[in-house]
T-cell receptor, first 115, second 112 residues
């Protein structure tokens, strides 16, 4: 089974609708992240959480909100979707490997289309 | 702030050619450096990493050496295969992972 899972994998919605993207991880990591990927722009950080009670805005948090329901779950919401939020969304977790600086592990992504 | 710059793609090579993808960074302190690979339709996977100056990360025939004097972490492979076709991202992590920055990615296409 995958260590980081995302649901749904694909979603089509209309402008103004509220949607939620979910992420679950079985790696036991405290840190979780949400990114969006747009062609030619690489990954941009939306929100990150270092533990259940810690939520931080990333580079492009406007129009998004998050909820850390448990150590293993981190969801991303678009309160009122707009077309320029059409993108590929990735969840990631991070932890320490062999006592050294952490590595990020990514989910398979959610492809979102806002009409 | 921290940043990562990669050579622009796409890069198109014939099978068995030598690959170099350049990556340079700007960061305070002593970041860890990473290369991630994204195959079509998939998420990013860690390819290799280096955590201190002069470290060499290697995996699946790919190598990259952490060069602090030139702030670089160039990805190399001696003989690419069609299956290496993917997008490659250089990234850095500093301040205990509080600041994880990705480059824009370089698309590699390997032709048979």
């Amino acid at each position: 089974d995958a260590d980081v899972t995302q649901t749904p994998r694909n979603r089509i919605t209309k402008t103004g609708k509220r949607i939620m993207l979910e992420c679950s991880q079985t790696k036991g990591h405290d840190r979780m992240y949400w990114y969006r990927q747009d062609p030619g722009l690489g990954l941009r950080l939306i929100y990150y959480s270092f533990d259940v009670k810690d939520i931080n805005k990333g580079e492009i948090s406007d129009g998004y909100s998050v909820s850390r329901q448990a150590q293993a779950k981190f969801s991303l919401s678009l309160e009122s979707a707009i077309p320029n939020q059409t993108a590929l969304y990735f969840c990631a977790t991070s932890g320490w490997t062999s006592g050294q600086q952490e590595t990020q592990y990514f989910g398979p992504g959610t492809r979102l289309l806002v009409l | 702030g921290n940043s990562v710059t990669q050579m622009e793609g796409p890069v198109t090579l014939s099978e068995e050619a030598f690959l170099t993808i350049n990556c340079t960074y700007t960061a305070t302190g002593y970041p860890s450096l990473f290369w991630y690979v994204q195959y079509p339709g998939e998420g990013l996977q860690l390819l290799l990493k280096a955590t201190k100056a002069d470290d060499k990360g290697s995996n699946k025939g790919f190598e990259a050496t952490y060069r602090k004097e030139t702030t670089s972490f160039h990805l190399e492979k001696g003989s690419v295969q069609v299956s290496d076709s993917a997008v490659y991202f250089c990234a850095l992590s500093s301040q205990g992972g509080q600041n994880f920055v990705f480059g824009p990615g370089t698309r590699l296409s390997v032709l048979p």
